[in-house]
Nanobody, 118 residues
Framework: QVQLVESGGGLAQTGGSLRLSCAAS????????MAWYRQAPGKQRELVAQ???????NYADSVNGRFTISRDNAKNTVYLQMNSLKPEDTAVYSC????????????WGQGTQVTVSS
């Protein structure tokens, strides 16, 4: 019943910007924590940005100051604004919605490819 539909991935040049969107249905995001992860080929999945249920944000050191996670309650959508992109940002980005402490309420989008060229 719960679905997360991602969009906004694609190709960008070094220094460019992209905005990823994750539209949720079946749940109300206001009552969940949210996060964006990424995984590059041959590397482990990395937590990029987090928007906690309490309203705090956390960022990986590698993206801090360049990426911003946000939520639009009216649209029930999570965003990841990515600025000053670097080639090392190239990865598959996935949206995650969760209820802290629950092994059941943990949902993922299918991922969207972001490629940053030099």
């Amino acid at each position: 019943q719960v679905q997360l539909v991602e969009s906004g991935g694609g190709l960008a040049q070094t220094g460019g910007s992209l905005r990823l969107s994750c539209a949720a249905s079946g749940i109300t995001l206001q009552f969940y924590g949210m996060a964006w992860y990424r995984q590059a080929p041959g590397k482990q999945r990395e937590l990029v940005a987090q928007f906690t249920r309490g309203g705090s944000t956390n960022y990986a050191d590698s993206v801090n100051g360049r990426f911003t996670i946000s939520r639009d309650n009216a649209k029930n959508t999570v965003y990841l604004q990515m600025n000053s992109l670097k080639p090392e940002d190239t990865a598959v980005y996935s949206c995650n919605v969760y209820r802290p402490g629950s092994s059941f309420d943990n949902y993922w989008g299918q991922g969207t490819q972001v490629t940053v060229s030099s």
